[in-house]
Antibody, heavy 120, light 107 residues
Framework: EVQLVESGGGLVQPGRSLKLSCAAS????????MAWVRQAPKKGLEWVAS????????YYPDSVKGRFTISRDNAKSTLYLQMDSLRSEDTASYYC?????????????WGQGTLVTVSS | DVQMTQSPSYLAASPGESVSISCKAS??????LAWYQEKPGKANKLLIH???TLQSGTPSRFSGSGSGTDFTLTIRSLEFEDFAVYYC?????????FGGGTKLELK
């Protein structure tokens, strides 16, 4: 069974940093591209980062480019999201998602999320 | 960015009924569209990808149709477990974008 468990969320002041983790199990982590998707309170879903299976390719929307960094440790089956220069608009639940397969840009499996609150 | 517009935002129905949810893209996205189901306390679930391909495990009462800019998710013979929020997502080009969601409520 595919499992994705996010951690690392919490309350952080504007301008500070936070690093999220996603522990993956139930599949060969190193074979699949991964992503982070967020959902602000009472809002819809927003894709925030993607990474290729080997980690060499990363992609971001303009809203987080230059502030967020996605990475992975295939030996540990863990996905990360380093979030710097946080803003109040980054307040959201952050979900780890596994893509269908290399070249499949849909999100086949999701975690249950970790809440990040950016506030002074 | 490709804007995805879902309608309606809210939909009330009864078990046994059939419903349809629309998703319109601001430009052509071929068939590069997925549908997801969101339920409280559960991980989001992929229902359909490539516009009309059911993900393994998705009940056959769900179907997807459309290409280009207009897409539809249809649920035939609603069951209690189907009352949830549904999102469409385009992955034809970066940034990947989602529709605003449709909340399917029990009438």
């Amino acid at each position: 069974e595919v499992q994705l468990v996010e951690s690392g969320g919490g309350l952080v002041q504007p301008g500070r940093s936070l690093k999220l983790s996603c522990a993956a199990s139930g599949f060969t982590f190193s074979s699949f591209p991964m992503a982070w998707v967020r959902q602000a309170p009472k809002k819809g879903l927003e894709w925030v980062a993607s990474i290729s299976s080997g980690g060499g390719g990363t992609y971001y929307p303009d809203s987080v480019k230059g502030r967020f960094t996605i990475s992975r440790d295939n030996a540990k089956s863990t996905l990360y999201l380093q979030m710097d220069s946080l803003r109040s608009e980054d307040t959201a639940s952050y979900y780890c998602a596994r893509r269908g397969y290399a070249g499949a840009h849909w999100f086949a499996y999701w975690g249950q999320g970790t809440l990040v609150t950016v506030s002074s | 960015d490709v804007q995805m517009t879902q309608s309606p935002s809210y939909l009330a129905a009864s078990p046994g009924e059939s419903v349809s949810i629309s998703c319109k893209a601001s430009k052509s996205i071929s068939n590069n569209l997925a549908w997801y189901q969101e339920k409280p306390g559960k991980a989001n679930k992929l229902l359909i990808h490539s516009g009309s391909t059911l993900q393994s495990g998705t009940p056959s009462r769900f179907s997807g149709s459309g290409s280009g800019t207009d897409f539809t998710l249809t649920i035939r013979s609603l069951e209690f477990e189907d009352f949830a929020v549904y999102y469409c997502q385009q992955y034809n080009e970066y940034p990947w974008t989602f529709g605003g969601g449709t909340k399917l409520e029990l009438k």
